[in-house]
Each structure stands twice: as structure tokens, then as C-alpha cells.
Nanobody, 126 residues
Framework: QVQLVESGGGWVQAGASLRLSCVVSGRTFRDLSLAWFRQAPGKEREFVAAIKRYGGATAYSDSVKSRFTISRDNSKSTLFLQMSNLKPEDTAVYYC???????????????????WGQGTQVTVSS
């Protein structure tokens, strides 16, 4: 059984930084492509960032590029999202997602991922 457990969310003021973590168990971590998605109240889930298996190529949404950094530690089966210069519009529940067979063109597509975490709340006040 594959489990993804996020942590690191919280309440911060605009301009602050947070680092989210997602620990993955039940599947060989290095074989998984991984991503972060978020969902704000009343809005659809949106892609934030992704990192491929086997080489770690990354992709970002335009809204977070240059402020967020996705990374992975295969030795600890952990995915990270370093978020800097946070803005109120970054307020959302952040979910990590994992999938074994993603190609570059599907990294931004939520339905392409097989496994999801329960989410962690990030609230940014102005």
C-alpha cells in the first residue's frame, strides 16, 4: 500500500518562506515521478511543480517559477517544496502526488498520478 504523508504547512505572512515535505512509503521511491498540486477554496486543483524519476528534471507553473523549488531525496524517500517570497494567492491545501509512468507531457496533469497525500494547509496573510 502506497502512502504519501505531507508536512510543513502553516500560517505565515507575505514574503516569508516555508518548506513542505512528503514522505513516500510502499513503493520504490526512485521509480516514481513526483509533484505538488494545490487547491484553494472555491477553486480547482492546480499544478505547482513536478520532478521526474531517473534524473530529476523539473517543471513549474508560471505562478511559482523563481519562487518555489522542488527537490527529492531518494535516500530518505522524501519530496520537498521550498517556497519563498510567499504571497496571499499561494494560500491553499498543498498535495503531493506520485506516479511511476509519467512522461514530460503528463507531469502537469493531475489525473496522470496514481497516488496522493492527504494535503497540508498553507495560509499566507497580507
Amino acid at each position: 500500500q502506497v502512502q504519501l504523508v505531507e508536512s510543513g504547512g502553516g500560517w505565515v505572512q507575505a514574503g516569508a518562506s516555508l518548506r513542505l515535505s512528503c514522505v513516500v512509503s510502499g513503493r520504490t521511491f526512485r521509480d516514481l515521478s513526483l509533484a505538488w498540486f494545490r487547491q484553494a477554496p472555491g477553486k480547482e486543483r492546480e499544478f505547482v511543480a513536478a520532478i521526474k524519476r531517473y534524473g530529476g528534471a523539473t517543471a513549474y507553473s508560471d505562478s511559482v517559477k523563481s519562487r518555489f523549488t522542488i527537490s527529492r531525496d531518494n535516500s530518505k524517500s522524501t519530496l520537498f517544496l521550498q517556497m519563498s517570497n510567499l504571497k496571499p494567492e499561494d494560500t491553499a491545501v498543498y498535495y503531493c502526488a506520485a506516479g511511476p509512468g509519467l512522461i514530460t507531457s503528463t507531469l502537469r496533469v493531475g489525473s496522470a498520478y496514481d497516488y496522493w497525500g492527504q494535503g497540508t494547509q498553507v495560509t499566507v496573510s497580507s
